[in-house]
Nanobody, 118 residues
Framework: VQLQASGGGLVQPGGSLRLSCVASGFTWDYYNIGWFRQAPGKEREGVSCMSSSDGSTYDADSVKGRFTFARDRRRNTVYLQMNSLKPEDTAVYYC????????????WGQGTLVTVSS
């Protein structure tokens, strides 16, 4: 399984970015898919996770109302639309596989850096 995230960059506070993740060899019916982030010197933080069974999403309180998770199974791709970005959103974002959205990720690929700064 390969999970390749892309789309990060430098954006001003209040701006938007859309991250993409291409999931190669991903078993959509078995794993859930989501995003976590890790800022320098901080612990890993779950951002959003999508249930494989019904497509419902579970978002961290810190991103609710600002981030939207979408998937395109035909293209084996998921997206994280990030709006109203804040400096505290600065982190490396990883696309990951989960057995349970309430649990830790069980696999992830190379992350993409998001920097929110003026």
């Amino acid at each position: 399984v390969q999970l390749q995230a892309s789309g990060g960059g430098l954006v001003q506070p209040g701006g938007s970015l859309r991250l993409s993740c291409v999931a190669s060899g991903f078993t959509w019916d078995y794993y859930n898919i989501g995003w976590f982030r890790q800022a320098p010197g901080k612990e890993r933080e779950g951002v959003s996770c999508m249930s494989s069974s019904d497509g419902s999403t579970y978002d961290a309180d810190s991103v609710k109302g600002r981030f939207t998770f979408a998937r395109d199974r035909r293209r084996n791709t998921v997206y994280l639309q990030m709006n109203s970005l804040k400096p505290e959103d600065t982190a490396v974002y990883y696309c990951a596989a989960y057995v349970n959205c309430n649990g830790p990720p069980v696999g992830w690929g190379q992350g993409t850096l998001v920097t929110v700064s003026s």
